[in-house]
Structure formats: structure tokens, C-alpha cells
């Protein structure tokens, strides 16, 4: 190849449609529910991932959702149920007939039933713990004891697990001999005499050893045991910090209990982020797109609020500057603009801030430098937003004075905005309040009050 040749890459392709459900795809199934045509309805729905059934239930409206059921009837999956969004997932089970909804749950692991029924009636979840056998019974029920959020309602209770001194020889008879594995899993977990997990050997090096290899010596290196009252939301951190793919669960005697997979870890931490982001947004984090108007209406109310009782402080400053606006029009023309540059400059700041405290990447150790970072940060581009309104407010006013006034009060409030968006929440989390939930209300009104009195502060003293 000559030198002046090169490889290009081939481009990535980005499909707006990828891993969704597509019109066409919605339309004929509904159409096959209007014709009550249940073979048609059935051969479209069995190519169907259930997740992706879920999405297309979430969808739909509720008369569409309710005949769609009931014609899919038997062949309702567990695993739909699983994937389904909290908001709906009652009504769903309302909808499918007892038969049905036995069969579905018969066919769930542990963890996807206790998921399933602590959000449920008492009512409801009797007439499911009803129908599973019961060793499965005793398990879920006792599942459902634990706290909620704690690693004990994440976790699964049917796990794989072997003597430490096992060869892998008698590890895979005895697989083989067993008829109720789980069905998935990754590790094999080796305890001692007293139940108490020592390691975790993985399917890949029990299948690759001679059957005479002690399965102690195939341990993986890296083994963590989680407790059964461990918040979920450490749990999912350290299933990402030590990229693990499952975990065994010990109670407080350091037995085993039960074991937590990468893909529920992964579920609450894909749980969290999300909360985090409609809560910097002041929604709910309880809301989806199938509430109802009066449920949305009345989680957004006491946000909306705490918004009007902020932007009635800043008003109160605007109004100590009355006469001083009156004088001179071109402050109301000009102060939304340093109020609404401090704001989006410590929502900025704000932001990383709160997905750094939720990921544990801001501590104690680097807590300083990172307000250090962001305070300059905001005086740099202070500084240069400052050169470009200055110029502004003298070509459009002709005032070199006003042109300096806004100048200073952008700088002044672009710093307070990364002063303000990072040590407010780490102000709230120390003080055991959720940064994400509260620290928006904080940032929007240290930022418009600060913004709004530097401005006018200092147009009083140097233009009037």
C-alpha cells in the first residue's frame, strides 16, 4: 500500500427505529385485535421479544391494552410481566384470566416474583403466592420480610452451589442430575461446612478443566459477598465498580442466602439514573407516559410550587430596584439575560455534580478541587461572556457604563453559579436529603437572586 493511501472507516449507521417496535408492526397487531383473529394476533406477537411486548402494552391505550389480553390469552409470558412498567402492571394482572396468570408466574425466577408482588394489593398478591409451589412460596414470601430497596428483595433464591472440596467432575454430575436449575447463571458457588460462600468458580473454566481439577482452584480472583440488608443502590455500585456478573447474598451469620445477577444490578442502576433525572427536573420519579392526567397533574403540582415561591424571592429583589428601572428601561431588557446565563451555568454545574455524588466519584478527598474547578470554570467563561455582553450593551444602548454594569454582574453570577451548583448538593446529601430531588429549587434561586441584585446593585451605584 502506497503511502498516501488510507483506510477510511466505514461509517457508523444510526437508525432512528433500531430495537423498537414499528408502526407497521403496532398496526397489524392491532388490527388483528380488531378482527379477533387470535392465530393472526398469535403469529405476529411470537417473534416478539417480551420486553418488547411490554413497550407495545405501555403504548397502547387501556381499551386497546384490555382486548389485546384477553385475545393473547394463554399465551402470556412471565417474563412480559417482568419487563412491564410498575404504572400498568396491576391492571394487567387484573386483565389475565387466574389460569393464565398461574401459568405466567410459575415460570418466573424468585426475584421477578417478589418484584412482581411488592407493588401489588394484599389481595393480589395472596391469589399469586397462591399458585406457586411451596418451596417457591416460602421463598418469596420470605423475600418480601426484607426491606424494600435492600439486596434481600433484589435477590434470587435459587442458586448453584457446591462443596469447596469438589472436583469438577462431581460439579458437573451433579449439574447434570439436577432437574431444577436455574435458568440462567454464571457461577457456581463454592461453600464451607457452615453454608458460607469462599468463591465463585465460572461455568467457562468448570467446562475447560479436567474432571479430577478441584473446583477451589479454579476460583475467580475477584469475590465479593453482598449482605442481605445492603441497599440496592450500593449493591448495583459495586456490581459496575468490580464488574461483576453475579454475587452470592449472606444474612447476618454470613450464610447464603441467595444471589443477585448482573442484569438486576443493572436494572437498578439504570432505576437510579433515571430518578436522578427527573428529579433534577422536579418530576416524580414514580411518573411514566401511561399515567393518567390527575396523577401527573398532582406530582408536578408541589414542584410547579416550589418554582412560583422561588421566582417570587427574585421578584422581591427586582422590586427593591423599582425606581431605579423606571429611570433606566434598558435594566428589564438586559436582567433576564444574567439571571438566565447563571441559571443554565449552575444547572451545568449541578448536574455533575449530583451524578458524581450518585457514582461516588465525588468524596471528601476531591471535594475541594472539584469546587476549586468549577468556581473557575465559571469565572472563565464569566470573563468571556462578560467581553461579549459588554460589547452588546454598548452598541445596542450606546452606554459604555451599562455596557461595564452587566459585564461585572455576569462574571459575578457565573461564578456564584459554580459555587452554587456544587456545593449545594453536596451541602444536601450531607445533611441526608437527595441532592437530585432538592438541589434544582436551590441552584434556580441562589442564582436568580444573586443574578438579578448584582445587576441592579450595581447599576444603582454606577448609573444613577
Same mark, same amino acid.
Given at each position: 500500500?502506497?503511502?498516501?493511501?488510507?483506510i477510511?472507516?466505514?461509517?457508523?449507521?444510526?437508525?432512528?427505529?433500531?430495537?423498537s417496535?414499528?408502526?407497521?408492526?403496532?398496526?397489524?397487531?392491532l388490527?388483528?385485535?380488531?378482527?379477533?383473529d387470535?392465530?393472526?394476533?398469535?403469529?405476529?406477537?411470537?417473534?416478539?421479544?417480551?420486553?418488547?411486548?411490554?413497550?407495545?402494552?405501555?403504548?397502547?391505550?387501556?381499551?386497546?391494552?384490555?382486548?389485546?389480553?384477553?385475545?393473547?390469552?394463554?399465551?402470556?409470558d412471565?417474563?412480559?410481566?417482568?419487563?412491564?412498567?410498575?404504572?400498568?402492571r396491576?391492571?394487567?394482572?387484573?386483565?389475565?384470566?387466574?389460569?393464565?396468570?398461574?401459568?405466567?408466574?410459575?415460570?418466573?425466577?424468585?426475584?421477578?416474583?417478589?418484584?412482581?408482588?411488592?407493588?401489588?394489593?394484599?389481595?393480589?398478591?395472596?391469589?399469586?403466592?397462591?399458585v406457586?409451589?411451596?418451596?417457591?412460596?416460602?421463598?418469596?414470601?420470605?423475600?418480601?420480610?426484607?426491606?424494600?430497596?435492600?439486596?434481600?428483595?433484589?435477590?434470587?433464591?435459587?442458586?448453584?452451589?457446591?462443596?469447596?472440596?469438589?472436583?469438577?467432575?462431581?460439579?458437573?454430575?451433579?449439574?447434570?442430575?439436577?432437574?431444577?436449575?436455574?435458568?440462567?447463571?454464571?457461577?457456581?458457588?463454592?461453600?464451607?461446612?457452615?453454608?458460607?460462600?469462599?468463591?465463585?468458580v465460572?461455568?467457562?473454566?468448570?467446562?475447560?478443566?479436567?474432571?479430577?481439577?478441584?473446583?477451589?482452584?479454579?476460583?475467580?480472583?475477584?469475590?465479593h459477598?453482598?449482605?442481605?440488608?445492603?441497599?440496592?443502590?450500593?449493591? %448495583?455500585? /459495586?456490581?459496575?465498580?468490580?464488574?461483576?456478573?453475579?454475587?452470592?447474598? *449472606?444474612?447476618?451469620? $454470613?450464610? !447464603? +442466602? @441467595?444471589?443477585?445477577?448482573?442484569?438486576?444490578?443493572?436494572?437498578?442502576?439504570?432505576?437510579?439514573?433515571?430518578?436522578?433525572?427527573?428529579?433534577?427536573?422536579?418530576?416524580?420519579?414514580?411518573?411514566?407516559?401511561?399515567?393518567?392526567?390527575?396523577?401527573?397533574?398532582?406530582?408536578?403540582?408541589?414542584?410547579?410550587f416550589?418554582?412560583?415561591?422561588?421566582?417570587?424571592?427574585a421578584?422581591?429583589?427586582?422590586?427593591?430596584?423599582?425606581?431605579?428601572?423606571?429611570?433606566?428601561?434598558?435594566?428589564?431588557?438586559?436582567?433576564?439575560?444574567?439571571?438566565?446565563?447563571?441559571?443554565?451555568?449552575?444547572t451545568?454545574?449541578?448536574?455533575?455534580?449530583?451524578? %458524581?455524588? /450518585?457514582?461516588?466519584?465525588?468524596?471528601?478527598?476531591?471535594v475541594?478541587? *472539584?469546587?476549586?474547578r $468549577?468556581? !473557575? +470554570? @465559571?469565572?472563565?467563561?464569566g470573563?468571556?461572556?462578560?467581553?461579549?455582553?459588554?460589547?452588546?450593551?454598548?452598541?445596542?444602548?450606546?452606554?459604555?457604563?451599562?455596557?461595564?454594569?452587566?459585564?461585572?454582574?455576569?462574571?459575578?453570577?457565573?461564578?456564584?453559579?459554580?459555587?452554587?451548583?456544587?456545593?449545594?448538593?453536596?451541602?444536601?446529601?450531607?445533611?441526608g436529603?437527595?441532592?437530585?430531588?432538592a438541589?434544582?429549587?436551590?441552584?434556580?434561586?441562589?442564582?436568580?437572586?444573586?443574578g438579578?441584585?448584582?445587576?441592579?446593585?450595581?447599576?444603582?451605584?454606577?448609573?444613577?
Amino acid at each position: 500500500m502506497s503511502e498516501d493511501q488510507t483506510i477510511e472507516a466505514p461509517e457508523v449507521e444510526e437508525t432512528e427505529d433500531a430495537y423498537s417496535l414499528g408502526r407497521k408492526a403496532v398496526a397489524q397487531i392491532l388490527y388483528a385485535v380488531d378482527l379477533e383473529d387470535r392465530d393472526q394476533l398469535v403469529e405476529l406477537m411470537d417473534p416478539l421479544h417480551p420486553a418488547d411486548i411490554a413497550d407495545l402494552l405501555e403504548q397502547i391505550n387501556a381499551f386497546d391494552r384490555m382486548r389485546l389480553i384477553k385475545l393473547y390469552d394463554k399465551e402470556f409470558d412471565g417474563d412480559i410481566l417482568s419487563e412491564l412498567d410498575e404504572s400498568i402492571r396491576e391492571e394487567v394482572i387484573g386483565i389475565l384470566s387466574p389460569e393464565v396468570l398461574a401459568e405466567a408466574v410459575r415460570e418466573l425466577d424468585s426475584d421477578d416474583v417478589v418484584d412482581l408482588l411488592e407493588d401489588l394489593e394484599e389481595q393480589q398478591q395472596e391469589a399469586i403466592l397462591d399458585v406457586l409451589e411451596d418451596s417457591d412460596r416460602v421463598a418469596v414470601q420470605q423475600s418480601l420480610t426484607y426491606p424494600e430497596y435492600s439486596a434481600g428483595r433484589l435477590m434470587q433464591r435459587e442458586v448453584v452451589m457446591a462443596p469447596e472440596h469438589w472436583n469438577v467432575g462431581e460439579a458437573i454430575d451433579y449439574l447434570r442430575n439436577t432437574d431444577d436449575l436455574p435458568e440462567q447463571f454464571y457461577h457456581i458457588v463454592l461453600v464451607d461446612p457452615r453454608l458460607r460462600p469462599v468463591g465463585n468458580v465460572t461455568l467457562g473454566k468448570l467446562m475447560a478443566s479436567r474432571r479430577e481439577v478441584l473446583l477451589k482452584s479454579l476460583v475467580e480472583d475477584t469475590f465479593h459477598v453482598i449482605p442481605v440488608l445492603q441497599y440496592e443502590g450500593d449493591v %448495583a455500585y /459495586a456490581f459496575n465498580q468490580y464488574h461483576l456478573i453475579s454475587a452470592p447474598v *449472606v444474612d447476618e451469620n $454470613e450464610r !447464603l +442466602v @441467595g444471589v443477585i445477577t448482573i442484569d438486576d444490578a443493572m436494572a437498578v442502576l439504570d432505576e437510579e439514573h433515571e430518578e436522578d433525572v427527573l428529579r433534577l427536573a422536579g418530576v416524580d420519579s414514580e411518573s411514566s407516559l401511561s399515567d393518567r392526567v390527575a396523577e401527573t397533574t398532582k406530582r408536578r403540582f408541589p414542584w410547579l410550587f416550589v418554582n412560583l415561591i422561588t421566582a417570587v424571592l427574585a421578584s422581591l429583589v427586582i422590586a427593591q430596584f423599582e425606581a431605579a428601572i423606571a429611570q433606566v428601561v434598558a435594566l428589564a431588557v438586559l436582567m433576564p439575560i444574567v439571571a438566565s446565563m447563571g441559571g443554565n451555568a449552575g444547572t451545568q454545574s449541578l448536574t455533575v455534580a449530583v451524578r %458524581a455524588l /450518585a457514582t461516588k466519584d465525588l468524596t471528601g478527598s476531591n471535594v475541594w478541587r *472539584v469546587i476549586r474547578r $468549577e468556581v !473557575l +470554570v @465559571g469565572l472563565i467563561n464569566g470573563l468571556a461572556f462578560a467581553v461579549i455582553m459588554g460589547i452588546v450593551g454598548y452598541v445596542w444602548f450606546g452606554s459604555t457604563a451599562l455596557g461595564g454594569v452587566i459585564a461585572a454582574a455576569m462574571v459575578i453570577n457565573l461564578v456564584v453559579a459554580g459555587l452554587a451548583g456544587t456545593g449545594i448538593p453536596i451541602v444536601l446529601e450531607k445533611l441526608g436529603i437527595d441532592p437530585a430531588l432538592a438541589s434544582g429549587a436551590f441552584v434556580t434561586t441562589v442564582t436568580d437572586v444573586v443574578g438579578f441584585f448584582a445587576f441592579l446593585g450595581l447599576a444603582v451605584v454606577v448609573l444613577l
